[in-house]
């Protein structure tokens, strides 16, 4: 019987240990988790007590491959399709850290083609919103959301975003026009962050004007994406409380946007990328193959930027354009074998990009500006933490949204050091996070001073998480990708992140500040 006991107390606490060990492994990323997925989300939010056990769409950084990667799923996972469960690693944090704010950039959602290909036939697509059955995908806000836009005259607007329309409206869509699809895809983003950071109660119920913040350019489909996004996070948002602010710039660069060298470094960046993709001669042969069958011309066929349209016809089960057989031996349809050609060469440029560098210095003069924003407002948070005041009680953003291009968010990823990462999908997000350590105990303290670290007793840090499609990278970062993680410090300190956009990122460029980098003569 002693025995017995025995064998069960030692079953009990191997038990205890092995919990233990998972869970610190989990908390460092060491072995995969299945974070909470949209399905989830939903049930929560109706109560429900199921468990689904979601799979997570892809990573946000390419596995290593022995090969070439498939150049077809890649380009269904560039779709986004809101089909399947989601990654969602926002909000995960030590115990007892408090969550200070959140910055987001986000790109706009599934657009219609910015360029038709001569010849054939526009895709088919309705862009009107609908909630009935027989239209997907769709979303249980989305109707509400629908509802509420009908309100937007109450809210305060930038010109000219008050003479864009708040909801797509063709239902033969225009031109770069956000689809339902797209509509669907920043509704889940926002649900998905509004359950992420209702645990750590980010916003108060009673927020204030000075408290949110919305930006966009002026172009139909980013304001579209953001109110779609805003909603999902903050569902009947109060309409008096909001401004929506304008961003001329695709760079969201405000008023610092002067910068002779950044236009140097961006001509020499497309000068590479023509060099690229003039020595690809299965690409020419291919393009020549195309325009053959359109009976185009190839440069007619190459100034209309054919994967931009077929892009549109694989995301949305389209059938490739056909034409109608001629006389010249003309006509037939476009393949999939010839866009996997053209995707191809779009990865093989991505891999020559990082190996030249070009790019990486024209994205550091592009995105300080937005940075510097970034890491302002990060800092008068954690600041105002420090009084004891509390960041909530004061006027500054808790919450900034950022409604983007693909030439936005790539440059910023780029920037951050993150060049490995995969290019921004439809409705890709880019997510910046304060956190607030709590105070150090006496233990800690005398600890942290035995390895030399001097700390205040009581000191509570600023620390920061930068997230990519529900992933967290930030140890992926130029500015903490050599600090050393460990359990007694699972964050990044801010004022690594400080520290390299004001000065560190410049290294790339041989230069110490932005204006230096701008205006120094080439040599």
């Known amino acids: 019987m002693l025995a017995r006991n025995r064998f069960v107390f030692l079953v009990a606490v191997g038990g205890v240990v092995l919990t233990i060990i998972s869970l610190s492994l989990q908390f460092l990323n060491l072995i995969p988790t299945t974070p909470m997925g949209e399905e989830q989300l939903l049930q929560a939010a109706d109560g429900g007590t199921g468990v689904f056990l979601g799979k997570s769409r892809k990573r946000v950084f390419p596995e290593p491959h022995t090969h070439k990667p498939n150049p077809i799923s890649e380009a269904y996972s560039y779709c986004n399709t809101p089909n399947r469960s989601e990654q969602a690693w926002e909000g995960h944090s030590p115990v007892d850290y408090k969550l200070l704010s959140v910055q987001v950039m986000i790109r706009h959602g599934d657009r219609y083609p910015l360029y038709s290909i001569p010849k054939t036939k526009r895709p088919t697509i309705d862009c009107t919103l609908s909630t009935s059955t027989t239209r997907k995908p769709s979303h249980p806000l989305l109707n509400s959301f629908i509802n509420h836009m009908g309100r937007g005259s109450k809210g305060l607007w930038e010109s000219p975003l008050g003479s864009v329309p708040r909801l797509p409206n063709h239902s033969a869509c225009e031109m770069g026009e956000l689809t339902q699809t797209g509509v669907v895809q920043h509704l889940r983003n926002g649900q998905i962050l509004h359950h992420a950071y209702k645990r750590h109660s980010l916003l108060p119920s009673d927020w204030s004007p000075h408290q949110v913040w919305l930006e966009t350019t002026s172009k139909s489909r980013t304001l579209q994406s953001g109110l779609a996004f805003l909603y999902g996070f903050l569902p009947d948002f109060d309409w008096t409380k909001l401004t929506v602010h304008h961003q001329w710039s695709t760079l969201f660069c405000g008023s610092a946007c002067d910068c002779p060298a950044r236009s140097r470094y961006l001509e020499e960046e497309q000068r590479r990328q023509y060099r690229l993709r003039v020595a690809d001669t299965k690409l020419e042969r291919t393009y020549a193959d195309m325009a053959r069958t359109l009976g185009l011309l190839t440069r ?140 150090m105990t006496q233990g800690q303290a005398r600890k942290r001073a035995g390895k030399g670290e001097r700390s205040k007793l009581q000191e509570a840090e600023p620390f920061i998480r930068v997230l990519y499609n529900g992933e967290d990278v930030t140890f992926h970062t130029a500015f903490c990708r050599t600090l050393d993680r460990h359990v007694s410090q699972p964050l990044c300190p801010l004022k690594n992140f400080l520290t390299f956009v004001r000065k560190d990122m410049f290294r790339v460029v041989n230069a110490t500040s932005y204006k230096e980098a701008c205006y120094r003569r080439p040599g």
Not at 393 to 406: Q, T
């Open 300 to 439: 007619q066929l190459r100034a209309a930027n054919p994967i931009d349209s077929l892009l549109c016809h694989l995301c949305h089960g389209l059938a490739f354009p056909c034409v109608p057989t001629g006389d010249s031996g003309t006509g037939g349809c476009l393949t999939l074998a010839q866009f996997a050609v053209i995707r191809q060469q779009q990865l093989d440029d991505e891999v020559d990009r990082k190996r030249m560098g070009l790019y990486r210095k024209y994205a550091t003069l592009a995105m300080y500006p937005y940075l510097n924003q970034t890491a302002a407002k990060m800092e008068r948070v954690a600041k105002v933490s420090e009084t004891g005041r509390g960041s909530r009680a004061g006027g500054e953003e808790i919450f900034s949204l950022s409604s983007a291009h693909d030439v936005t968010m790539a440059p910023l990823l780029s920037a951050l050091g993150l060049e490995d990462a995969r290019f921004p999908r439809f409705a890709a997000r880019i997510v910046f996070e304060l956190w607030k350590s709590p105070p």
